[in-house]
């Protein structure tokens, strides 16, 4: 038996019930202080873990409670979301999966770790894979997109960067994969809501992510909030017992989403508390997280064989092998001084970098960006986002301190000097303030200088846990704000900075060019000046789907086809339509009549300061064995005139499954920097398995077959080749 086995065994023999439970339980901290009562259940040993608390003061003194004065010594799990930084603030995860850069998400994820490891923590509730296709639901902040792919390669490097490798190396803390499953298809995304999955594409769409994690050894996993099929996953046997340990063997422990076992009874699945802590126990919840159902009712469900102790000794000796494995018992102290200080020019400098890529070119009419500093004389800078170090922090950010922000008027001061003159004016107080009093001295400002930038968007209150919108258009009087600018008849550059895709369309006529930033965090000011002022080009591409209207959700790129497909020919525009039109005649195919079957933006969509040409696809077999792998080459050549990254994707199609298949679906992704002119040869393999899918058995299997296969720098590219799988 390894130590850590012994260990564990040892303690489970000694430790009495409550001792038991109490690892089971994780209790909110006092914000600060140690109050008596916290301070005495963790003598009693009836707290595993405790969440929410900070102050590295309060943390050690709770550890010192725990290792000296509790029976049995057992160090605690310090929890907090961490989810895009702790004090350095890194943009919201959904912009940087806009960077489609695992090394920097690592590197993020890391200093994250560090910094919060430096104030006792060590554990985080982060990656959140929650796959999601509908913008409403604010949650879509937290994630990486509408993608399992790309949600999960780069989830997997955030799980790195925290924990790193096995817990070796100063700072790491533990992850926790969330929510598991399927919460991100709440219905019309309000948070909470029930999500109605069907097996297959819980298992070809929101599982993989999940998946991916558990085998790559990530410590923990939340069940969701959400009611999976009328079956909340909080006390859902199916998916964390049967699916979770048995199908894939899973090690590490569950914990429960906040109170989500007592609110089992409020979804209406259990009569009571003590209902709720059998169901949630039975069905493989390991910690419950601040609701007491467990340590009210588990010791009662014992006694009445309703649980066996096999069950509660499992929990437990999951929960004992982590805090093991963080190195917890032989120390569970923190000495601040042996971390990097908090915010420092190293943690910035990333903070920067990661901006720098995850921003996304949507629109850059007659190339007007990037500005030339020499060809100007004044700008203006327009808008509540341009000079707010809050707000462009984004959702989750409990221990950030906007005080390190640097905003975009500050960076645009910096970067333009003293010879060109800023005309600042913010337009409107926030992003929801419908008062046009100051357009008059806005457009003033525009008036009196070469070209402006306005930053609009969503301040951070309205993305995130329970802040899901209805309508996702520019809240307030934004909108008439980039109207009455238009007029001026100077080059508008919008700069968005938001917690979710916004529907834009209709101000398209009165930009010249967007910046789509998210919400970018500390360092957003610097990075987008360099992108506006050419120092960078932007290289991001969208993680997510724009659309065009909110009545086109969920509309995602790996779609299926219906039995009429949409396409151009079928498409008739409401507007267009002369006379009386008779039933049949109104197009027949899969569409609305009143926008066109095309999102505003695709997944993988973005523009650079280079120009991309694609060509030569090639693959160098035409049939592969099942078992065997495929290489597909092409070229990318930069036929601009400034240097840039491109960021290339590999998709593919399978024509014909035994359940239908998505019409598109990415399987890789490389980034490039190319010099004008340059071209580089494009290599991608892929092994039959990587092809592979849940069919109706609810087997994984990879079907021999047709298969198309696209490279290219969007999800719509149209550089095609084909392949077959035999067996
Ligand atoms: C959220 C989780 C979070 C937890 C702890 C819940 O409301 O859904 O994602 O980790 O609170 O703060």
Avoid at 134 to 144: S, T
Avoid at 251 to 267: R, Y
Wanted: with cysteine.
């Amino acid at each position: 038996m390894s130590d850590k086995k012994v260990r564990i065994s040892e303690l489970l023999q000694q430790m009495t019930l409550t001792e038991k439970i109490g690892q089971m339980s994780q209790l909110s901290g006092n914000y600060g202080k140690v109050s008596e009562e916290l301070a005495a259940k963790i003598r009693r040993g009836q707290v595993g873990s405790v969440i929410n608390e900070v102050s590295l003061d309060v943390i050690n003194e709770i550890q010192r409670i725990a290792v000296t004065e509790s029976r049995l010594g057992i160090p605690l799990l310090i929890g907090r979301d961490v989810i895009h930084g702790f004090k350095t603030i890194f943009p919201i995860p959904l912009g940087q999966a806009a960077s489609w850069n695992p090394t920097l998400i690592q590197h993020a994820a890391h200093i994250s770790a560090v910094e919060a490891a430096s104030c006792g923590i060590n554990w985080t509730f982060s990656p959140m894979v929650d796959i999601s296709r509908d913008p409403r639901w604010g949650r879509v902040a937290e994630g990486f997109g509408e993608d399992p792919y790309l949600c999960s390669e780069l989830a997997i490097a955030m799980m790195q960067g925290y924990q790193q490798d096995n817990f070796n190396g100063l700072g790491a803390i533990a992850s926790c994969a969330k929510h598991f499953v399927g919460y991100g298809a709440s219905e019309s995304g309000r948070d909470y809501c029930t999500t109605n999955i069907p097996e297959s594409e819980l298992r070809n769409t929101y599982m993989p992510p999940f998946k991916k994690l558990a085998d790559a050894g990530i410590a923990s996993f939340m069940s969701s909030f959400s009611d999976l099929n009328g079956i909340p996953a909080s006390g859902n046997e199916w998916l964390l017992k049967d699916i979770l340990r048995k199908e894939w063997g899973y090690q590490g422990f569950v914990v429960s989403d906040w109170e989500s076992i007592a609110q089992l009874q409020i979804h209406g699945l259990t009569e009571n508390d003590k209902e709720s802590a059998y169901e949630a126990a039975n069905a493989g919840v390991d910690m419950e997280m601040v609701s007491n159902t467990y340590e009210k009712h588990l010791r009662e469900l014992i006694t009445e064989n309703r649980l066996s102790i096999q069950q509660i000794d499992s929990a437990v000796s999951r929960i004992l092998s982590l805090k093991h494995d963080l190195g917890l018992f032989d120390s569970a102290y923190t000495k601040q001084s042996d971390y990097p200080a908090l915010a420092n020019g190293h943690h910035l400098k990333l903070a920067k970098d990661i901006v720098l890529e995850s921003c996304v070119l949507l629109e850059n009419k007659r190339q007007v960006l990037p500005l030339s500093l020499d060809s100007l004389n004044s700008v203006a800078v327009i808008g509540p986002l341009a000079d707010d170090g809050y707000e462009q922090l984004g959702t989750w950010i409990f221990d950030g301190d906007p005080d390190y922000s640097v905003t975009c008027l500050d960076a645009i001061k910096n970067e333009v000097g003293d010879s060109i003159k800023i005309n600042y004016v913010k337009g409107l107080q926030n992003t929801r303030d419908c008062s046009q009093d100051e357009f008059h001295s806005a457009k003033e400002a525009v008036l009196s200088s070469d070209v402006a930038i306005v930053v609009l968007g969503e301040e951070s209150i309205l993305s995130g846990e329970a802040h899901c919108r209805a309508d996702i258009g520019l809240p307030g009087a934004q909108e008439a704000l980039i109207k009455t600018l238009s007029s001026c008849g100077r080059p508008i550059i919008l700069v968005v900075m938001a917690g979710r895709p916004l529907t834009l369309e209709s101000i398209l006529p009165d930009i010249d060019a967007l910046l789509y930033c998210w919400h970018p965090g500390t360092m957003g000011g610097p990075a987008i000046a360099d992108l506006l002022f050419g120092k960078h080009s932007p290289s991001g591409k969208l993680p997510i789907t724009f659309p065009r209207k909110i009545g086109q959700i969920p509309i995602y790129y790996s779609q299926k086809h219906s039995g009429k497909p949409a396409t151009e020919d079928s498409f008739i525009h409401m507007n267009d339509i002369p006379q009386r039109a008779e039933q049949t005649s109104l197009g027949m195919s899969a569409t609305h009549l009143d926008t066109h079957f095309s999102p505003l933006y695709p997944f993988g969509y973005g523009l650079s300061y280079g120009e991309f040409e694609y060509r030569d696809i090639t693959t160098n077999k035409q049939q592969v064995r099942i078992g065997e792998g495929i290489e597909i080459t092409a070229t990318v050549t930069n036929t601009g005139q400034l240097a840039a990254v491109e960021i290339s994707q590999l998709y593919i199609r399978d024509l014909v499954g035994n359940i239908t298949r998505p019409i598109k679906e990415l399987k890789g992704f490389q980034r490039n920097f190319l010099q004008p002119g340059e071209t580089r040869k494009l290599c991608f393999s892929i092994h039959t398995k990587d092809l592979a899918f849940y069919n109706r058995k609810m087997k994984l299997t990879t079907e021999p077959g047709l298969f198309h296969v696209w490279i290219g720098g969007c999800s719509t590219t149209k550089l095609q080749a084909e392949f077959e799988v035999v067996k």
